[in-house]
């Protein structure tokens, strides 16, 4: 176990040595992911399809991390407008909703909508909430319920794109489209399973107890199942189950890495204090982190000319009689 301790202090020094390269090569590969993910499912516009389009746009958001949800919505609404004017009317609007009316005062949490969208690709889309959940607060339900509506309306336009297209006028087209987005059952049961997740594994890693955070992350995996279960049954949605527990199961992995990394904590050395003031009774629980030293390498330098000499003495002690016979005078 020391080793994995070792290891996670020599990759946070690592990382504190080379943040901005890792950071580049980071928003670089989510970019390049996120323009694929979009470009191969709703490709309509031929004109930035191409994998070589992606690739720019990725180079250009790994120097500019800032403009990634923008480039990634321009791109998303080019595709759609060479799709249905209707349907793009209704994109453009929830972008608008979602950039003017929160993005707009946190601009950080920008990154979550992206990151449910390369989730629900990977088929972990419990990934996200339930991380953002050990490390924020539960306003991160917000871009997570954007995130997940905007990967529904993608993956609904790859598949019935043929019946947006085919209703009468751009109204009908408007009316149509944003009925089937509303309607979808499945979006609405896997936005309530994330609302109760992140509910679920904030409470408990706030709490005092020992092992918070793990339990706080197989809890929260089983209230999804339980939450997501319930809905299919209920409102009679299929939905794959298999897929449900691997992907819960790969979450809280990912889930418990990032608790090793991020809150790696000694409960066996933990220490309860008591005192007061005028006013109050004070009891604090203190648990120390997990530290360990990790072992610098020593490279001890042997100058040549040192080496030389050892090499000359060894030559002396094994032939004194020669050299002495060298050195005597004539």
Request: proline share 4%; aromatic share 14%; charged share 15%.
């Amino acid at each position: 176990m020391s080793n994995l301790f070792v290891l996670k202090e020599q990759l946070q020094a690592f990382y504190a040595r080379y943040s901005k390269e890792v950071d580049k090569i980071v928003h670089f590969l989510l970019a390049f992911i996120v323009f694929y993910l979009i470009n191969s499912k709703i490709g309509y516009m031929e004109a930035v399809s191409n994998p070589i389009v992606a690739l720019i746009l990725a180079l250009i958001c790994a120097f500019l991390p800032g403009t990634l949800t923008v480039l990634a919505a321009v791109l998303i609404l080019i595709h759609i407008f060479a799709l249905s004017m209707g349907v793009m009317a209704v994109t453009a609007a929830l972008f608008a909703i979602m950039f003017i009316f929160y993005f707009r005062f946190t601009p950080e949490t920008s990154m979550i909508v992206l990151l449910v969208m390369v989730a629900y690709l990977f088929k972990i889309p419990f990934a996200v909430p339930i991380s953002f959940a050990l490390m924020g607060t539960p306003s991160c339900i917000i871009p997570i319920i954007f995130g997940t509506m905007i990967y529904s309306m993608i993956s609904y336009l790859e598949t019935s794109a043929t019946a947006v297209t085919g209703a009468s006028g751009m109204a009908g087209e408007i009316s149509l489209f944003a009925s089937r987005i509303l309607q979808n059952k499945e979006m609405w049961i896997y936005i309530a399973s994330f609302v109760v997740a992140v509910l679920v594994v904030y409470t408990l890693r706030k709490s005092e107890f020992d092992q918070s955070w793990k339990i706080a992350v197989a809890s929260g995996a089983v209230a999804d199942i339980i939450v997501i279960v319930a809905g299919s049954i209920v409102f009679s949605t299929p939905i794959d189950y298999v897929t449900l527990i691997f992907g819960n199961m790969i979450s809280v992995a990912l889930a418990l890495i990032l608790e090793f990394f991020i809150f790696s904590v000694d409960y066996s050395k933990a220490e309860k204090f008591q005192y007061e003031d005028d006013e109050y009774y004070y009891y604090v629980k203190a648990i120390p982190k997990v530290s360990v030293a990790v072992p610098e390498k020593r490279v001890k330098k042997i100058s040549r000319r040192k080496t030389d000499l050892r090499k000359h003495e060894s030559k002396s002690k094994e032939h004194p009689m020669k050299e002495s016979s060298e050195t005597s005078p004539a």
